[in-house]
Nanobody, 127 residues
Framework: QVQLVESGGGLAQAGGSLRLSCAAS????????MGWFRQAPGKEREFVAA????????LSADSVKGRFTISSDNAKNTVYLQMNSLKPEDTAVYYC????????????????????WGQGTQVTVSS
């Protein structure tokens, strides 16, 4: 079992920055692929960014490429999402997810490969 707790959400102005954190507990954090997804009201949950278990393979959605960066600190069992140049369309609940197995490349963007999910943290970007 892996428990995931997100934090760092809040209100930001367009052009501003926020850093989300996802603290993991339970099984060995470093053996899991970690991903960030988001869900806006009335929309499906969509992929944002992810890294594989080693961190050597990362993937970002086109909509956030160049603005959002995923990183992790294995010593702290924490994965981060640094969000810069925020836009109102980034407003959503952001979820952290963990998946076992050999996940890399485009598979990192598939919701179904992630077994564990956090409760989500709200990000609101005002114009």
């Amino acid at each position: 079992q892996v428990q995931l707790v997100e934090s760092g959400g809040g209100l930001a102005q367009a052009g501003g920055s926020l850093r989300l954190s996802c603290a993991a507990s339970g099984r060995t954090f470093s053996s899991y692929a970690m991903g960030w997804f988001r869900q806006a009201p009335g929309k499906e949950r969509e992929f944002v960014a992810a890294r594989n278990w080693s961190g050597r393979s990362t993937l970002s959605a086109d909509s956030v490429k160049g603005r959002f960066t995923i990183s992790s600190d294995n010593a702290k069992n924490t994965v981060y999402l640094q969000m810069n140049s925020l836009k109102p369309e980034d407003t959503a609940v952001y979820y952290c997810a963990a998946g076992s197995g050999t996940l890399y490349g485009s598979r990192l963007a598939e919701k179904g490969v992630y077994e564990y999910w956090g409760q989500g943290t709200q990000v609101t970007v005002s114009s």
